[in-house]
């Protein structure tokens, strides 16, 4: 049974970095094929896909949020961690991590999600 | 950059089949997937590479695809199919979804 859960601060302040982590169980991040993403959703809106790591330390990003992100996986804690500097209000969002099925561009099953606020 | 299109909201009558729209450039040449969320959930996959669907998804639910608009289809809606649903495909090396479907059973 796959199982994922984000964790990381729920409060950020305008111009501070985000960190999450995505603790999981049930694969490993070692296995061919494997990837782990990063999906948010603003209150009220649609779901906003952010980046993903491969098995391989192959990574994607949103492109409009390229420069503001960094993925990266610690394969033995079974962890992946998302990071997004310069934190703005626009950005209060649940993020979610998701499991992405090997060699297929979907994600199954998806963490529960943490709730951020970015406010002063 | 590549967008997916669905309609803001879709109404049906319980017992009746539900039709949601995903519309995008050359949308045949890829492969889409459908997501439910409920209120205060997770997404849920409910359809992979168009027409495929997981254990333990419902046999009412079942995808299609024609020309570039892919087609979630729930038979005999159930009360407890009211959601949001999201389309979902890859596009270079990005991910995308559409803007999500309320879906309200009346």
């Known amino acids: 049974q796959i199982t994922l859960k984000e964790s990381g601060p729920t409060l950020v302040k305008p111009t501070q970095t985000l960190t999450l982590t995505c603790t999981f169980s049930g694969f490993s991040l070692s296995t061919t094929g494997v990837g782990v993403g990063w999906i948010r959703q603003p209150p009220g809106k649609a779901l906003e896909w952010l980046a993903l790591i491969f098995w391989d330390d192959d990574k994607r990003y949103r492109p409009s949020l390229k420069n503001r992100l960094t993925i990266t996986k610690d394969t033995s804690k079974n962890q992946v961690v998302l990071t997004m500097t310069n934190m703005d209000p626009v950005d209060t969002a649940t993020y979610y991590c998701?499991?992405?099925?090997?060699?297929?561009?979907?994600?199954?099953?998806w963490g529960q999600g943490i709730l951020v606020t970015v406010s002063s | 950059s590549y967008e997916l299109t669905q309609p803001p909201s879709v109404s049906v009558s319980p017992g009746q089949t539900a039709s949601i729209t995903c519309s995008g450039d050359k949308l045949g040449n890829k492969y889409a997937c459908w997501y439910q969320q409920k209120p205060g959930q997770s997404p849920i996959l409910i359809i992979f590479e168009d027409t495929k669907r997981p254990s333990g998804i419902p046999e009412r639910f079942s995808g299609s695809i024609s020309g570039n608009t892919a087609t979630l289809t729930i038979s005999g809606t159930q009360a407890m199919d009211e959601a949001d649903y999201y389309c979902q495909t890859w596009d270079s090396t990005t991910v995308v979804f559409g803007g999500g479907t309320k879906l309200t059973v009346l």
């Open positions: 998701a499991h992405r099925v090997p060699f297929m561009e979907t994600y199954d099953p």
